[in-house]
């Protein structure tokens, strides 16, 4: 695993409640020590609302709006409890929430690679800001379906906002991500490659994601498909900022070359050689001659020549 920590400066601001809720949400469902809090709370809401127990997009709603404060004082409790009933810091600070005021930004090492915002990408010359995420999600094929498939999914995104969320005793790096539409803007040419529309956004809902669970992407123009761009990604390797300059560390990508090596072919100065051994010729006119192919096709005398070198070199 490789360093994560802030490449540049921060701004500090009070950001949406919504939004806010939306991140924390996002970090709690990931985070181990919560799931069993989860299970408990769904088992809790499909009990209360029998009628809407087969309905598994409803009660998932129900559970992202309820979740936050229901463990917040779930966790309360159990602090008044006899010994705390085993809670630990980390999860007293996480029920807790983090802080409104909210760290952000521009450049960030995320497990040793560099990740920009879109802002930052749009004042320089190289690209950092594309991101890749393979969830295990909720696939809902339209607003009316109700019973929708859990399953892998890959999801394609530009990054534009990077939060540290702030719980007081630790603080947890978010990217807030404008995520391509997979139904809209996301094909696959006769090629294979993957092409996404960077204008058809979608899951406004659902916009954060751990800055540890990404990969870094890139997006570049395709010129036969109008409005798309192709997905490249490459192995990430690590970045190193020992003199905490920005300008350093930014990855590029490097076509590999079609030829693997210089065929074997005469240099200049074997041809300056060779001409030195037969500088002099005479024709049957008395008149010098000078062998070098390149002379003699200037005069329009390039089979004469080919023939007194092919001489010279033999008779050497």
């Known amino acids: 695993m490789g360093v994560s920590k802030p490449l540049s400066g921060c701004t500090v601001s009070l950001v949406d409640r919504d939004l806010l809720n939306q991140a924390h949400l996002y970090v709690l469902e990931n985070t181990e020590e919560v799931l069993p809090y ?4 769904m088992i809790h809401v499909k009990t209360t609302y029998p009628k809407f127990r087969k309905r598994t997009k409803w009660l998932q709603d129900k559970h992202n709006s309820t979740f936050i404060q229901w463990l917040h004082f779930k966790v309360q409790s159990e602090l008044n409890g006899e010994e705390h009933n085993g809670i630990s810091e980390n999860l007293r600070w996480l029920a807790a929430g983090p802080s409104m005021a909210v760290p952000s930004y ?3 090492l995320i497990n040793g690679v560099k990740f ?3 802002a930052q990408d749009d004042v320089r010359t ?4 594309g991101v890749y995420l393979l969830a295990h999600t909720m696939q809902v094929a339209s607003a009316k379906d109700k019973n929708p498939i859990v399953s892998n999914m890959s999801f394609y995104g530009v990054n534009q906002e990077i939060w540290d969320l702030d719980y007081q005793k630790f603080r947890i790096p978010v990217l807030r991500c404008d995520w391509i539409d997979n139904t809209l803007g996301l094909v696959v040419d006769e090629l294979g490659f993957t092409l ?3 204008s058809k956004i979608r899951h406004r809902n659902d916009q954060f994601v751990l800055a540890s669970q ?6 570049v123009d395709d010129p036969m498909h109008r409005g798309y761009s192709v997905v490249l990604s490459m192995s990430n390797r690590e970045y190193n900022d020992v003199i905490g300059d920005d300008v350093l560390g930014d990855t590029r990508i490097e076509c590999e070359q079609f030829t693997r090596g210089i065929p074997n072919v005469d240099t200049f100065d074997d041809l300056v050689d060779l001409a030195s051994k037969c500088t002099k010729y005479v024709r049957k006119s008395g008149a010098e001659v000078d062998p070098s192919p390149a002379c003699c096709a200037v005069r ?7 023939m007194r070198v092919q001489a010279c070199v033999e008779g050497d």
């Open 106 to 108: 521009r450049i960030y």
């Open 126 to 129: 190289v690209q950092n800001s």
């Open 300 to 306: 329009g005398e390039e089979s004469e020549c080919e």
């Open 116 to 118: 920009n915002t879109k």
């Open 196 to 198: 996404v529309d960077l």
């Open 214 to 219: 990404v990969k870094q992407v890139f997006y």
């Open 38 to 41: 989860i299970e408990e709370r």
